[in-house]
C-alpha cells in the first residue's frame, strides 16, 4: 500500500557528512600525488642522464682504441650531443659510421629540454661551457629533488 508521507532522498546532514569524508580523502591525496609526479620526473631526469653518459662514455672508448680519428690535443669526447646521433665514421675496414644514440633526451624538470653542457676541460662545478667537446652534461634546474639536492649536482 502507498502512502503519501514515504518519501525518498538524501537528508542535509548526509550530504555534509559525505562531503566532509571525501573533503578529506582529497587533502591525503592530493599531496600524495604531487610526490608521485615529482618522483616519476626525477626518475625520469637519472635515466636520460645514464644514457648520454653511457653514450659519451662509449665514444671516449672508441676514441681510445683509435677506432675514432681525432686531431692531436683533443680529449676523445664529441664536440656536441648531435654528434653522438649523426654518428662518427669508424676508422675500419668496412669505414662503417657509429651512432650512439638514436635521439638525444631531453631534460624533464626543465621548459625547453635543453642540457647544460661541460667540457673536459671545465671544472666540475662549472655553470660555463668552454665549448671545446662535451665531457658531462647536467640538469638545468635549479630546484631541489625529493632528498634535498639540487638536480644540477646530479
Same mark, same amino acid.
Given at each position: 500500500m /502507498? =502512502?503519501a508521507?514515504n518519501?525518498?532522498?538524501?537528508?542535509?546532514?548526509?550530504? @555534509?557528512?559525505?562531503?566532509?569524508?571525501?573533503s578529506?580523502?582529497?587533502?591525503?591525496?592530493? *599531496?600524495l600525488?604531487?610526490? +608521485? /609526479?615529482k #618522483? =616519476?620526473?626525477?626518475?625520469?631526469?637519472?635515466?636520460?642522464? #645514464?644514457v648520454?653518459?653511457?653514450?659519451? !662514455?662509449?665514444?671516449? @672508448?672508441? +676514441?681510445?682504441?683509435?677506432?675514432?680519428?681525432?686531431? *692531436?690535443?683533443a680529449?676523445? /669526447?664529441?664536440? &656536441?650531443?648531435?654528434?653522438? +646521433?649523426?654518428?662518427? $665514421?669508424?676508422?675500419?675496414?668496412?669505414?662503417e659510421? #657509429?651512432?650512439?644514440?638514436?635521439?638525444?633526451?631531453? !631534460?624533464?624538470? +626543465?621548459?625547453?629540454?635543453?642540457?647544460?653542457?661541460? &667540457?673536459?676541460a671545465d671544472?666540475?662545478?662549472?655553470?660555463i661551457?668552454?665549448g671545446? $667537446?662535451?665531457?658531462?652534461?647536467?640538469?638545468?634546474? $635549479?630546484?631541489?629533488?625529493i632528498?634535498? &639536492?639540487?638536480y #644540477?649536482?646530479?
Open positions: /502507498y =502512502t508521507n518519501q525518498t532522498g538524501v537528508t542535509l546532514v548526509e550530504m @555534509v557528512a559525505t562531503l566532509a569524508i571525501i578529506i580523502l582529497a587533502t591525503g591525496i592530493l *599531496p600525488s604531487q610526490v +608521485v /609526479y #618522483r =616519476t620526473r626525477e626518475m625520469e631526469l637519472r635515466n636520460n642522464l #645514464r648520454i653518459r653511457r653514450a659519451l !662514455d662509449a665514444h671516449k @672508448v672508441l +676514441v681510445d682504441e683509435k677506432v675514432i680519428p681525432v686531431g *692531436p690535443g680529449s676523445g /669526447y664529441p664536440e &656536441s650531443l648531435e654528434i653522438l +646521433v649523426t654518428g662518427v $665514421d669508424l676508422k675500419t675496414a668496412t669505414s659510421k #657509429r651512432k650512439f644514440l638514436r635521439r638525444i633526451p631531453k !631534460d624533464p624538470l +626543465v621548459e625547453d629540454g635543453q642540457w647544460g653542457l661541460r &667540457s673536459y671544472d666540475s662545478n662549472s655553470s661551457w668552454g671545446q $667537446d662535451v665531457y658531462d652534461v647536467y640538469s638545468l634546474s $635549479d630546484k631541489q629533488a632528498d634535498g &639536492s639540487y #644540477r649536482e646530479w
